[in-house]
């Protein structure tokens, strides 16, 4: 069997590339690692490794196809953040600078809100709920919620201002965080 380590990065053909340069660096906080137009284009990371996300210039974008969803292919890529707080603060973000929020969704193990890059690519960021596979052994049910989306110049909706998880998810969570404590310590629960 391959022991893969985790996804390394992703590479994006796109139409513009100092725009998408410009989004990814301004809007989603990637910085740039190396400018290689001979072998690549431009190369960008989130500081865990040397590039998380490699842009590229499409020879001829007037004549090529764009993300469609129907099409066969990637669905979307998704940015994790460490926080509730960091999930809301993305969103704010994402409106503070113009990102239309097409949709957000309650994953019941996460809550996601999704846009897109200048070249239509769908993106996703989440927060997913600290030991989501020990909560939800056995999957989640597909319980999937759609969640209301505002405008920059509209009210927030209330799930982004809201305490989440609720309480009872919050004491599971902090049930198996001492569960696994004790585990690593050697002690039995």
């Not at 301004?26 to 040397?50: A, I, R």
């Not at 129907?70 to 707080?85: E, N, P, R």
Request: charged residues 30%; aromatic residues 8%; proline residues 7%.
């Amino acid at each position: 069997m391959i022991k893969l380590k985790g996804i390394g990065h992703v590479n994006l053909r796109v139409a513009d590339e100092a725009l998408s340069k410009q989004f990814y660096r301004d809007v989603l906080g990637f910085f740039v690692t190396e400018e290689d137009p001979e072998h690549g284009g431009v190369f960008m990371s989130l500081g865990d490794n040397f590039h998380t996300l490699d842009i590229a210039q499409h020879p001829n974008p007037e004549a090529a196809q764009k993300p469609a969803r129907g099409q066969i292919g990637m669905l979307h890529i998704a940015f994790q953040v460490d926080s509730y707080q960091a999930l809301r603060d993305a969103y704010i973000h994402l409106l503070e600078h113009g990102v239309e929020i097409r949709n957000a969704t309650n994953h019941v193990n996460q809550r996601s809100i999704y846009f897109s890059d200048p070249d239509g690519n769908t993106l996703e960021i989440y927060y997913e709920l600290p030991y989501a596979l020990d909560l939800f052994p056995g999957g989640r049910a597909d319980d999937d919620e759609d969640l209301p989306v505002s405008g920059p110049d509209e009210k927030l909706p209330d799930w982004v201002l809201e305490d989440w998880p609720p309480p009872e998810m919050k004491a599971r969570v902090e049930r198996i965080r001492q569960q696994k404590t004790k585990r690593k310590e050697g002690t039995t629960v």
